[in-house]
């Protein structure tokens, strides 16, 4: 069976059994299709054979019965819903890998929390060392600013982000962290980015 049919969910043992039926009454088959104690996808390929050798006739019709073609035309997979069917795959695929970024992403956080309690507690045993401010990422503050702001420039963000750290201010790391984040938010629908603005979606 070189033809592509639609999923064997949406064919109908129903409306498969009596189309075989009405086959097997045409006297067209060299031998009547059974269908006792055969599975539907069995059913289908002894259906979509049988229909295949019956013959055309001299101006090229099909000399079988009409509403059995009409029933076969209807198993056949059309352009529609194989594009539909490919789109569903990829959607799972992608689905799949924001899944596995985000699961990653809240484990990279995790153990930085976890990290940074660490830090804290060392930092409660010595009380003679100065307590330090909670510096923000990068990455932190792209989407502090992105956040707040709703829509704006990718220079905008940039200097914004740079004037917000709480370090050495370094253009090219900033320009970088920023690209990453923008990057990421788009994989997961959060923003879109087109001609170099930022919007919140």
Not at 14 to 20: G, V
Not at 127 to 151: A, D
């Amino acid at each position: 069976m070189s033809v592509r049919l639609i999923e064997m969910k949406k064919i109908k043992f129903k409306e498969l059994a009596e189309e075989i039926k009405r086959l097997n009454d045409s006297g067209l088959l060299k031998k009547e299709i059974k269908t006792v104690g055969k599975t539907k996808e069995v059913l289908v390929d002894l259906f979509v054979e049988a229909v295949q050798s019956i013959p055309d006739d001299v101006d090229g019709d099909w000399t079988g019965p009409e509403e059995t073609a009409e029933y076969y035309m209807s198993l056949l997979e059309t352009d529609a819903e194989k594009i539909e069917n490919e789109w569903s795959i990829k959607e799972e695929n992608i689905e799949e890998k924001e899944s596995i970024k985000e699961e990653n992403i809240e484990e990279k956080e995790s153990i930085k929390e976890e990290n940074t309690e660490e830090k804290e507690s060392i930092k409660e045993e010595k009380p003679q060392y100065k307590e330090k401010r909670k510096r923000k990422g990068r990455w932190e503050l792209t989407g502090f600013v992105i956040k707040n702001e709703r829509e704006i420039s990718f220079e905008d963000l940039v200097e914004k982000v740079d004037s917000l750290y709480d370090g050495r201010s370094n253009k090219s790391s900033t320009i970088s962290a920023v690209s990453t984040a923008i990057s990421v938010l788009v994989g997961f629908g959060v923003v879109v980015y087109e001609e170099k603005i930022v919007k919140v979606v």
